[in-house]
């Protein structure tokens, strides 16, 4: 019979995620994750930034996939993002890329990034940063970054804050690429999360580009791995993958670490991806598993928190 154990998350978190983070095999996952296309380009800001939002909008799927439909996408952009949006040809939006596609974004829309990065940086020069800035205002930490996201999501939706100040409309279903926090339903918004995670973290293996935002305010970008070990974390209860999910489960993050809250984000994102979490109790692998003592299914039972006797399945 498990024995009781307190609710939230357990006193060992922080430093059972920082073994996690230390010992983690970097070279295995790394080159696996569209990050790893982004760093390509870190000594030029304006190509990573390109590069960075054409990889976070695809990073969705099976991670060979977005691998595979990523390179063949960058194959077309070729060596040279910054000069390509710069120069691109706007009449051939809907072709660039055909016929390109991945799960179901279409060529056109990838076309109409391309368009909206150009008109995007005619209107911020400082880049996306400087839009993403101009939206984030106000007191409260977690309503400014919400409405920094919000304005990146206009300006990849519009070129601009404003939503009618471009010539060119877009194609069904381009603007649901790009939600808003503030949206109806207050999505999480993962893909531009982990947009800006990488574009804001100044450590490895994320760019630290944008120097005028502080990697304190960043929130987890939630997809489906995090989602499942931060509840069985006890970072959330909330069964609903949304904004105040994120928004939650960050808050649990930055008790850890109120200066990096997110640091743990790519580790325990890879730890759901490459199979080091079964998402059950499976001694042969949960037997390695750095945040075992903290998870909810081994709490109460040997080798878990608050369990008594011989570890055992
Ligand atoms: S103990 Fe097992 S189920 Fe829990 S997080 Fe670790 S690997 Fe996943």
Request: glycine letters at 10%; proline letters at 10%.
């Amino acid at each position: 019979m498990p024995s009781p154990v307190p609710r939230g998350p357990a006193p060992t978190l922080g430093e059972d995620l920082r073994a996690l983070e230390r010992d983690f095999p970097y070279p295995r996952s790394l080159p696996t994750d569209p990050l790893a296309q982004v760093q390509r380009y870190r000594r030029d800001a304006r190509s990573a930034e390109i590069v960075g939002v054409l990889a976070s909008t695809v990073a969705v799927g099976h991670v060979k996939t977005i691998q595979q439909d990523l390179a063949s996408l960058l194959a077309r952009v070729g060596p040279d993002p910054r000069g390509l949006v710069e120069a691109f040809p706007r009449r051939m939006w809907r072709t660039f890329f055909h016929p390109w596609r991945h799960r179901w974004i279409r060529a056109d829309q990838m076309g109409m990034l391309l368009l909206r990065l150009g008109e995007a940086y005619e209107n911020y020069p400082g880049g996306l940063e400087e839009a993403f800035r101009e939206g984030a205002e106000g007191s409260d930490p977690t309503e400014r970054f919400a409405g920094g996201i919000d304005a990146l999501s206009r300006v990849l939706r519009y070129g601009s804050l404003r939503e009618t100040s471009s010539l060119y409309e877009p194609p069904p279903g381009y603007t649901a690429l790009f939600p808003s926090p503030r949206a109806p339903g207050r999505p999480a918004c993962k893909r531009e999360l982990l947009f800006v995670r990488w574009m804001v973290r100044r450590e490895a293996p994320d760019l630290g580009l944008w120097r005028g935002v502080d990697p304190a305010e960043l929130h987890i970008p939630l997809d489906t791995h995090v989602y499942w070990i931060a509840r069985h974390l006890r970072l959330t209860a909330r069964r609903t993958r949304n904004w105040p999910t994120v928004v939650e489960i960050t808050e649990g993050l930055r008790r850890l670490d109120p200066s990096d809250p997110i640091r743990f984000d790519f580790v325990l994102a890879h730890t759901g991806i490459s199979g080091d979490c079964p998402k059950q109790r499976d001694w042969e692998i949960c037997g390695r598993c750095r945040v075992r003592p903290d998870c909810d299914l081994w709490r109460g039972r040997p080798g878990g928190a608050g369990g008594a006797g011989p570890l055992r399945a």
